[in-house]
């Protein structure tokens, strides 16, 4: 079956580029999308279509897509980045969706 | 403005049905392409893909739990409602509603979320 990996966590230092992967079978024959979740609080769309940025998500925030690889980038990361991230991605052949386990990011 | 907020008994026993209602403003479930989905996450846990249903009333389900799963709309009332059957203890979760825009697979509203224990 159809799954999407991520590493449980990244670390990083505040101002420099933190990046978050996401695997799985030819994701790049399928768009992900990623979500920003801060302890206690609703997810919140940061990336959709691989990489294309909601209103209001601040343009340090890009995604990528290719072969079996979507990573997450984050450049000039700040302290208020420190969240959990997720991937998500549609499994075309039984058309359900799915998520990533999550990459908790960490701004030391 | 799209808002969704999510009701139901927060605390079940094993073997009992849980139900959901997601009530929504600022779109409706009548408009071509749109749809709300169902996601849940265990204290500590991952978001885990449950159902969704679309404006045509077509659903698609996680096949792990699809047996136990029931998605339903009702376009006049702006609600969508989730059931699920035979609850668990490992059912415990926060459950959110989201809407996905048309022809988008991404969620770009949530509900804030219930807290839903299940426990003899």
């Known amino acids: 079956s159809f799954e999407l990996t991520q590493s449980p966590s990244v670390s990083v230092s505040p101002g420099q580029t933190a990046s978050i992967t996401c695997s799985g079978d030819n994701l790049e024959n399928r768009y992900v999308c990623w979500y920003q979740q801060k302890a206690g609080q609703s997810p919140l769309l940061l990336l959709y279509q691989d990489t294309r940025r909601p209103s209001g998500i601040p343009a340090r925030f890009s995604g990528s897509n290719s072969g079996n690889t979507a990573t997450l980038t984050i450049s000039g990361t700040q302290a208020t980045d420190e969240a959990d991230y997720y991937c998500?991605?549609?499994?075309?052949?039984?058309?359900?969706?799915?998520f990533g386990g999550g990459t908790q990011l960490t701004v030391l | 403005q799209i808002t969704l907020k999510e009701s139901g008994r927060t605390l079940l026993k094993p073997t009992q049905t849980l139900t959901l209602t997601c009530t929504f403003s600022g779109f409706s479930l009548a408009t071509p392409g749109v749809s709300v989905a169902w996601i849940r996450q265990p204290p500590g846990k991952a978001l885990e893909w449950l159902a969704l249903?679309?404006?045509?009333?077509?659903?698609r389900y996680s096949p792990s739990l699809k047996n136990r799963l029931t998605i339903t709309k009702d376009t006049s009332k702006d609600q969508v409602v989730l059931t699920i059957t035979n609850m668990d203890p490992v059912d415990t979760a926060t459950y959110f509603c989201?809407?996905?825009?048309?022809?988008?697979?991404?969620?770009?509203?949530w509900g804030q979320g219930t807290l839903v224990t299940v426990s003899s």
């Open positions: 989201a809407h996905s825009g048309p022809n988008n697979v991404d969620l770009d509203f």
């Open positions: 998500q991605a549609w499994d075309s052949s039984t058309t359900h969706a799915l």
């Open positions: 249903v679309y404006w045509d009333d077509d659903k």
